[in-house]
């Protein structure tokens, strides 16, 4: 079983259009961050979220972590070409184990 | 971001020889890890080394020998693999072991034939 459930797992979308990634678990978290990994390429930090409710935006990207901790999204408007990548959600859950998503790949066609 | 660097970026050999990969940090950090990511698998947690020591090994074969000389370095060390261990290997650091946000290097693509 996976701690940290994404979806969806793929997902190909036009250039301009909006998109949402889940990521859920049934345990708490103490913090959770959001990386984006292109081929061949080490995860590439965009988010460190700690609060529950909490919203950060990026840019184009918009990320929440959910009240109760367990879960967590990231919104991308208008998305482009440049976007396209592995979205990895990944955090600590309160016993300070480290969990990574099951990753969510987006192509995002101009 | 140049937090993070590993050597080599690639990486061919046969199933008897000896190589070692290479990771090291220039964030100050204390904790560093190794991954491994196979096509279509999550990540894989292979060792933690916190201060020096390795506080986790997570069944890796023996054939995979970690070494941490000191909080900046952190080595693989690779001996006698079998083709199934061709995968990106990633290593990572952080503040501090099991609390704070991972960065990560850019990894070594190793294949083994």
């Known amino acids: 079983t996976q701690l940290l459930e994404q979806s969806p797992q793929f997902l190909s979308i036009q250039e301009g259009e909006n998109l949402t990634v889940y990521c859920n678990s049934s345990?708490?978290?103490?913090?959770l961050q959001w990386y984006r990994q292109e081929p061949g390429e080490g995860p590439v930090l965009l988010v460190t979220?700690?609060?529950?409710?909490e919203v950060k935006k990026l840019k184009r990207l918009t990320f929440q972590f959910g009240d109760a901790r367990k879960d967590s999204s990231l919104h991308i408007t208008a998305a482009q070409p440049g976007d396209t990548g592995l979205y990895l959600c990944?955090?600590?859950?309160?016993?300070?184990?480290?969990?990574f998503g099951t990753g969510t790949s987006l192509t995002v066609i101009p | 971001e140049t937090g993070v660097t590993q050597t080599p970026r690639h990486l061919v050999m046969g199933m008897t020889n000896k190589k070692s990969l290479k990771c090291e940090q220039h964030?100050?950090?204390?904790?560093m890890y190794w991954y491994k990511q196979s096509a279509k698998k999550p990540l894989e947690l292979m060792f933690v080394?916190?201060?020096?020591?390795?506080?986790e090994n997570n069944s890796v074969p023996s054939r995979f020998s970690p070494e941490c000389p000191n909080s900046s370095h952190l080595f693989l060390h690779l001996h006698t693999l079998q083709p199934e261990d061709s995968a990106l290997y990633l290593c990572?650091?952080?503040?501090?072991?099991?609390?704070?946000?991972?960065?990560f290097g850019p990894g070594t693509r190793l294949t083994v034939l």
């Open positions: 979220v700690v609060t529950g409710g």
């Open positions: 345990s708490v978290f103490s913090s």
């Open positions: 990572a650091s952080s503040l501090r072991l099991a609390r704070d946000t991972q960065y």
């Open positions: 080394y916190n201060f020096k020591e390795q506080t």
């Open positions: 990944a955090g600590y859950s309160t016993g300070n184990q480290f969990y």
């Open positions: 964030l100050g950090h204390n904790a």
